[in-house]
């Protein structure tokens, strides 16, 4: 049984000082994992501005902010210069990789991208993508990435198809239940999707009565039965690579003692028959505990002459 790791990394902060823990955390329990940079600026301030969205406000409420991302880091983008990640971190970047782990891109500017991408024109869709593509072969000496996770799930059709432009083999840009191949506004795009299966641990805690006490034991109980493929669980170095490594910790221990193996999503496609795997239609619909819509697996979707 397979349960993928998928780190997103948001921040300088993230980078900086969530990644290096984790990488330790992860060597301890012998897991692999998936590091997905964000690889130009850090605009995180910049997010502020989704103040008016429907269920922000609460989320931010109920997830401590402030605690998790820091004052400096909220300031970035508006009253603070944003950092270049990518020209600062790349060293830790390049230590993920050194441990065996499977590196991809995030994306660009990762609020730039979260808030602009699902109303965004090809040409833009196509320049960001490529500002990130371009930066990944200068840190990781030319490798072309074969890899994607969208910041805050959110794509467009040109995403979709400038993944399969570019070569990516996978993507995990998608909540859903099982890997797939994603039909796009009837297109089929022959770059797999891998999708997040499980609530994130900001989804959950401030909802039901959950807490950081109580979140692992919660989300352990959702993993005791194991579906045909396994999961694919998001976590984000800022997070459980501050202060919510414990519960990340605790999480660890308890899918090893379900009898999961801890992998990277590369490990999970390769070990994939994909001839097999079926065609669904992606849509762009709400997940309880975050605000908007997120690009997600939808129905089941049979190609002419199937």
Known sequence: MHLALKIDVDTLKGTQEGVPRLLELLRKHGAEATFLFSLGPDHTGRALKRVFRPGFLKKVRRTSVTSHYGIKTLLYGT????????NRCFNVMREVQAQKHEVGIHCWDHVKWQDGVMTADSAWTRAEMDKAVKRFRVIFGEQTPLTHGAAGWQMNRTAYREEQRLGMQYSSDCRGTHPFWPVVQGELV????????????DELIGVNGLTEHNVAQYLLGQTRSAPEYG?????HAE??????????????SGWKEQGYTLVSTRTMFESLNLAALPYHQVIDTEIPGRSGLLSCQGPEFLPAGA
């Open 239 to 252: 997070l459980e690579g501050g202060k919510l490594i414990g519960v990340f910790d605790a999480l660890l």
């Open 79 to 86: 009253l603070l210069p944003g950092p270049d990640i990518g």
């Open 190 to 201: 022959r770059c797999p999707q891998l999708p997040s299966t499980l609530p994130t641990l």
């Open 231 to 235: 999961h694919v669980f998001t976590l």
